[in-house]
């Protein structure tokens, strides 16, 4: 199965039951189906800061108290013992913190030295890291980064009806990104630069070449996206994976959140639907249920949320026969649009008060 | 895909290949887990580098073990001779590894193992060691130093003693402070009286300087004060001087007129000098005749001249006259005025002189006012010093700059423990508000967890089932087995994989039995020595140069070189063939049908000298065909060559074969061969190779690889001292374990054998004369031994003992009862005079007497014989009972050991299980004394086959044992010792 599939999108019954799972997050509104992801493995040099912790900072800090210490005038200070002080100091000298002058002699690095007065260090080094950035389907679909919280497990591969591509500059722009864009975007602050083996002549005569090879696995994140309001009042994107074999749906652990200016991300969800879309949608449903593009057409449509209500003349509501339960309790949803990404509404039907002249639309 | 990464920029997952079914298998498998698959590929040979070891004590054959085995790349396997010091080796190998920043895991089969080697390094600083618990273990049962290194014990005392620790250090930094704080006032009153002392000081330098400038000064005085203000010096001087001046300008004038006369005089005489200038020619020209001058002439001619020239010689005389006299006396004057002069100095020196010494007088006082001053100074300093806190600094002199430098020091020490008084308070909270926060951190810090293979599964720091953050916790550097020939190909497998490098101790081959049931292991799975992982590893990792398939054999008339071993089924096939250039010497050719026809053998004639016919065959076969006795290459390097020992027999008269240029083959007076007196073979004591003739030790082991496929390495070791047994003992056990002895072992000759047989045979006198196997022979074993299980032979115990014992097993009351005997003679002889060779492990702290046997009723029944006769050892010495199994991993300086076993007319097994029959042999450090029936281990040895509860190879091993047991006792072997000592009665 591929994002192309139409069995991507989960029928009628599990959106009711994810309904309930979700309904304590009060949407605002809600769309459903497939996230282009590209999960790009790359090398990069990475710096943060560390708290160190308790005791091998007050090893550090004893050191401090004077220049080339010995361990037992470490121990005489912490009474640790020997063996236990010697494996925190070979800890931290392998750390770089501390280094041995003599037999047994310690003293602090320049960097011991500030990270005894801060309490924190910086670790430098380089690592392979996983950045996905999402490809939108509508223009401009320049791939853009999102933080996901967990490894995509619920990923199908990417549809076979799109190329995948993506510019390695994209991640190169994000990482020389300032440090607010990278706070506002959830962009890890850690890291600093991107380590490719264009950026190094003669990278091939290495024997580590393999490790700078920027690797993109392109895949699709099947997910229930929200849009709801925070604590703070401001709106707040969440992506609620969900297995296409089983449509389990982990409603408790959100793969993305997106704050505000989650448009910038997503740029391609649209909270306003052309009318004609709803129409349209409810249309195809009620050609389901034998009803002709006419009789469809007299039901008012006024789209609140994530629901849609329909106000439909009582004779139409007599003929939805088994779905009108269905209808009345609101556990009938419509996904509109044609996207890999859809708008779902959840039907609430109710009878039409008569008026006269003709139809009237949302 | 590098390069299609390069031109993309980037790589989609797509484009990746196909990962082999394998791969993921491949690469997690190990090189034991290879090894164990027989996939091992070939290891590269490593050279260790001497290392500098914790335990000094250590020989050099244990160090070259620790060397391999630390800095071996991998794996590292050890065997060892029992009593070679494989635990004391371990323990180094821990330290050593933990010196490294390795974490070790340590595992043996037993926790008796582990604790041994716990022992030594418990309290060696660079361990910090835990201790897993089994689970049929209580950690109250443990000895104090092991109970100290469980993860419990550790944790609680790591925690306690660390607050503990911390609440000290804030108090004493808190005293330290207040005492240092005391000392702000002793500041200003040091500064005052250091003040005052350089006051003081510099008066005394003023002094000093008012001295030496004295008599300057008063010099200066003297003739400033001429015209100064007056006082008495002054007053004097001036009188002194006035009247001088009054003489002097009398003189003066009087000189001054005599010389105004003296120069009247002489102007007189000038003149008159003059006109007798003009006169005198004529006078000489007459008085001469010179008539020819004009002179003479005008004196001749003028009278007035003449009267002229004599008036001016009498004024020149006249006045001359007065000249001289007036000169007199204007010297006469000049005399009277320098005594006049000297007369004025001296009297104006004495006057300065006393002047001088009087204020010379003035300046001691003053001084010695000073120096009181200043001791009265120095003593309110010295009270002031004493009065500081120990820990400040006293000036080192009274001066203000040493007290202000002083001070500086205080300050800074104030300081200094202000802000280590700081940090105490800072740890003492911090472990009181995290009290768990040293003990959550052990696992990560522990760099030595020792375990058996039960307990380290399931142990909730270092188990198996650590997941995530602790998983790491799981993993070490270096994995120590000890006894690793009694762990399973699982055990090792499992095991194995925690470790990224792993060196394993095992006994030597022939120590450990063929089939041993090790206590605690899953199915009482057996192993059987060649099946031992370890050993199989061994196997492939060892270079053992014994393998080799060459002999040299001398016959009585003929000289033969084995070039391959020949069946005695195989020899109708041999074909002899005489060189055609040398038709003495015979080539045997086996040409088995269907088979390629192969040199196997090559005979010379007995007369042809060894280094002759060894040339010869590596000149025409290239074939060097050495015959080691020793079990590893050993490679040594002197100043002018390097050696590759063969042999541990080093004979200077040896015979010496030239092979190449600088390649030498040293070999070793030839020995009996086994009973064929006359044959003898001849061993390879070492092979040399000259440095002068560019041998190096890399081309020389090339070069033995190309020729014998020789190759060490670097991965294994054997241990072949028993370092803690008397040297006789260690003689017997290396003729036990039929291990070749090295010559510098032979136990020198003392009146006191180490090894005692005591025979518990029937009432039939013995005789002396006759060996064990003749008496087996003529009538078999005595029949002392009871099997309790069969209650028809309880008439052969006294009654009283019947209940006591327990209800199955064999005891051998005869021999109990010599056991206890000897126990009480022991006792009554003093039991000093038996010193064990070696110091007894640290944690041994008296000496022990072992009594052994191979089954627990016969212990029981010694137990009580010894308890009714009351042949207890004094308190200074440890009696211990127990199987030879219960002292794995120790031993005692005395061992009695109760053979038990005594049939009167067939063969019976010993042990249980051959090791057991090792173990019981090898445990004594002093001496060993057992005590069996000769009748029935004569029969023993003459049985082959299986027996009793043993299989056909145990039984064998068992039977060899006991032969060589045999052997030695009845001084089969030149170097053992008469030891056969006395029979005991029979019941």
């Not at chain 2, 690469?27 to 580098?49: I, K, Q």
């Amino acid at each position: 199965m591929s994002a192309d599939s139409p069995s991507v999108f989960p029928p009628n019954r599990v959106l009711a039951q994810w309904w309930t799972q979700i309904a304590f997050l009060h949407p605002k509104q809600i769309w459903i189906g497939c996230l282009l992801l590209h999960c790009v493995e790359a090398l990069v040099s990475v710096t943060k800061r560390v708290p160190l912790d308790g005791v091998p900072l007050f090893v550090l800090r004893a050191l401090a108290l004077g220049r080339d210490r010995t361990l037992d005038e470490i121990d005489l200070q912490l009474r640790l013992g020997p063996s236990l002080l010697a494996q925190i100091l070979n800890e931290l000298s392998g750390q770089g913190l501390v280094e041995r002058t003599g037999t047994a002699v310690w003293t602090l690095s320049p960097i011991g030295a500030r990270v005894a007065a801060s309490g924190n260090y910086e670790h430098s080094g380089q690592e392979r890291r996983v950045f996905h950035f999402r490809e939108c389907e509508a223009p401009p679909n320049h791939p853009r980064f999102i933080n996901l919280r967990l490894p995509p497990i619920a990923t199908i591969p990417w549809p076979t009806d799109r190329t995948c591509h993506f510019e390695p500059s994209v991640l190169q722009d994000c990482v020389q990104q300032t440090d607010e864009w990278k706070r506002a975007h959830d962009f890890p602050t850690d890291v600093t630069e991107v380590i490719t083996g264009r950026s190094v002549p003669g990278l091939r005569a290495e024997s580590r070449a393999w490790n700078r090879i920027v690797l993109d696995q392109p895949r699709c994140l099947t997910g229930v996206v929200v849009l709801v309001l925070n604590p703070s009042g401001g709106e707040q994107i969440l992506a609620l994976p969900y297995t296409v074999e089983t449509w389990a749906l982990d409603a408790r652990e959100p793969a993305l959140v997106l704050r505000a200016p989650w448009h910038e991300t997503l740029p391609d969800l649209r909270q306003t639907l052309p009318a004609e879309e709803w129409r349209q949608a409810w249309r195809t449903w009620c050609q389901t249920q034998h009803l002709s593009p006419a009789d469809a057409d007299q039901c008012e449509l006024t789209p609140r949320g994530c629901a849609l209500r329909v106000a439909a003349p009582k004779r139409l509501i007599d003929r939805f026969g088994a779905e009108r339960g269905g209808l009345l309790r609101g556990e009938r949803w419509l996904m509109a649009g044609g996207g890999k990404l859809r708008n779902a509404f959840r039907v609430e039907l109710e009878e039409a008060r008569r008026r006269k002249g003709g139809r009237s639309t949302s | 895909l590098i390069d299609l990464a390069e031109r993309q920029g980037i790589l989609y997952s797509h484009q990746l290949p196909a990962a082999p079914d394998n791969a993921s298998a491949g690469s997690s498998e190990n090189l034991v887990a290879r090894f164990l698959a027989n996939r091992g590929e070939s290891c590269e040979p490593f050279r260790p580098n001497p290392i500098e070891v914790f335990d000094v004590a250590l020989d050099g054959a244990q160090r070259e073990a620790v060397a391999r085995a630390v800095q071996s790349p991998d794996i590292c396997l050890i065997q060892g001779l029992p009593g070679s010091g494989k635990s004391r080796v371990a323990a180094e190998i821990v330290t050593q590894a933990a010196l490294r920043g390795e974490r070790v895991l340590l595992m043996a089969p037993t926790p008796k193992a582990l604790d041994r080697i716990l022992h030594w390094v418990a309290s060696r600083p660079p361990v910090l060691a835990i201790r897993c618990l089994d689970k049929e273990e209580r950690i109250g049962d443990l000895p104090p130093e092991i109970r100290a290194c469980t993860f419990a014990e550790r944790s609680r005392s790591i925690a306690a003693d660390v607050r503990a620790g911390a609440r000290a250090s804030v108090a004493a930094a808190e005293a330290l402070l207040l005492s240092l704080r005391k000392d702000e006032l002793a500041w200003p009153q040091l500064e005052s009286l250091a003040g005052l002392w350089e006051q003081l000081e510099e008066t005394r330098r003023e002094l000093r300087l008012q001295r030496q400038d004295l008599a300057t000064r008063v010099e200066e005085e003297a003739a400033a004060l001429a015209i100064g203000p007056s006082h008495a010096f002054a007053d004097a001087i001036r009188d002194c001087t006035s009247s001088h001046e009054e003489i002097r300008l009398r003189l003066d004038g009087e000189l001054a007129d005599v010389r105004a006369q003296v120069e009247k005089e002489k102007s007189k005489l000038s003149e008159v000098l003059a006109r007798l200038a003009v006169l005198r020619p004529f006078a000489l020209a007459e008085k001469h005749r010179r008539w020819w001058t004009f002179a003479w002439w005008r004196a001749k001619l003028g009278s007035v001249w003449r009267r002229s020239y004599e008036d001016a010689e009498a004024s020149r005389e006249h006045v001359e006259a007065a000249v001289s006299r007036t000169q007199l006396l204007a010297e006469a004057q000049e005399e009277q005025k320098r005594r006049d002069e000297t007369i004025f100095r001296e009297k104006r020196d004495q006057l300065i002189k006393g002047e001088i010494s009087c204020r010379d007088a003035k300046l001691n006082e003053e001084e010695e006012t000073t120096l009181r001053e200043q001791a009265l100074v120095r003593q309110k300093w010295q009270a002031q010093c004493a009065a500081l806190c120990a820990h400040a600094r006293a000036p080192h002199d009274i001066t203000c700059i040493a007290v202000q430098s002083a001070r500086e020091q205080w300050r800074y020490s104030l300081e200094h423990e202000e802000r280590q008084l700081g940090l105490s308070r800072q740890w003492l909270r911090f472990l009181e508000e995290s009290p768990d926060s040293l003990a959550s951190r052990l696992p990560k810090y522990a760099n030595l967890v020792a375990a058996t293979p039960a307990a380290i599964g399931n142990d909730p720091y270092f188990g198996d089932h650590l997941r995530n953050g602790h998983s790491q916790n799981r993993k070490f550097d270096v994995l120590v087995l000890e006894d690793a020939d009694q762990f399973t190909d699982s055990e090792l497998l499992s095991l194995a994989s925690r470790s990224r490098r792993w060196v394993l101790l095992g006994n030597r081959e022939g120590v450990s039995s063929e089939t041993s049931a090790r206590p605690g292991l899953p199915g009482a799975e057996r192993l059987s020595a060649p099946n031992s992982p370890f050993y199989r590893i061994w196997e492939k990792l060892h270079c053992d140069p014994r393998k080799l398939p060459y002999a040299w054999i001398q016959k009585a008339n003929q000289l033969l070189c084995r070039l391959q071993p020949v069946s005695s089924e195989q020899r109708r096939w041999l074909e002899t063939e005489q060189v055609a250039d040398f038709p003495e010497i015979e080539l045997r050719i086996l040409a088995v049908p269907g088979a390629h026809s192969r040199l196997v053998e090559v005979a010379f004639p007995a007369s042809m000298p060894i280094a002759d016919a060894k040339q010869y065959i590596f000149r025409e076969l290239q074939e060097l065909t050495i015959r080691p006795a020793n079990s590893s290459l050993c490679w040594m390097e002197a100043t002018d060559r390097l050696l590759l020992r063969l042999s541990n027999k080093l004979d200077p008269s040896a015979c010496v074969v030239e092979l190449e240029p600088g390649v030498t083959e040293r070999l070793a007076a030839p020995s009996l061969n086994g009973d064929i007196s006359s044959m003898a073979s001849w061993c390879t004591s070492s092979i040399e190779f000259d440095k002068s003739a560019d041998w190096d030790r890399q081309r020389a082991e090339n070069w033995i690889h190309r020729h014998l496929g020789l190759r060490d390495l670097g991965r294994t070791y054997v241990l072949e001292t028993p370092h803690r047994m008397d040297p006789q003992l260690r003689q017997f056990v290396y003729d036990l374990l039929d291990v070749h002895a090295p010559d510098d072992q032979v136990p020198a000759s003392t009146s006191e054998p180490a090894l005692e047989f005591i025979a518990v045979a029937s009432s039939t006198p013995p005789s002396n004369s006759r060996s064990i196997e003749e008496r087996g022979r003529a009538r078999g074993g005595a029949g002392f031994e009871v099997d309790l299980a069969e209650a028809r032979r309880y008439d052969r115990l006294p009654a009283g003992l019947y209940d006591s014992l327990p209800r199955k097993g064999i005891v051998n009351y005869s021999e109990a009862q010599a056991v206890a005997r000897k126990l009480l003679s022991l006792v009554s002889d003093g039991l000093g005079k038996r010193k064990s060779p070696v110091d007894s492990p640290a944690h041994e702290e008296r000496p022990t007497i072992a009594i052994l046997a191979f089954s627990s009723a016969q212990l029981e029944l010694i137990r009580k014989l010894i308890d009714e006769t009351g042949a207890v050892p004094p308190a200074s010495f440890a009696l211990r009972y127990g199987e030879p199994n219960d002292f794995r991993h120790s031993e005692a300086d005395i061992v009695l050991l109760s053979l038990t076993r005594s049939h009167t007319h067939r063969a019976v097994a010993y042990a249980g299980d051959p090791a057991n029959l090792v173990l019981g042999l090898t445990r004594a450090r002093a001496a060993l004394i057992v005590f069996g029936d000769p009748g029935t281990l004569a029969r023993r040895i003459q049985w082959q086959g299986p027996l009793e509860h043993l299989d056909e190879a145990a039984a064998n091993k068992e039977r060899e044992l006991l032969a060589r047991l045999v052997n030695y006792l009845q001084g089969g072997d030149r170097r053992s010792r008469g030891t056969l000592a006395r029979q005991a009665s029979g019941p």
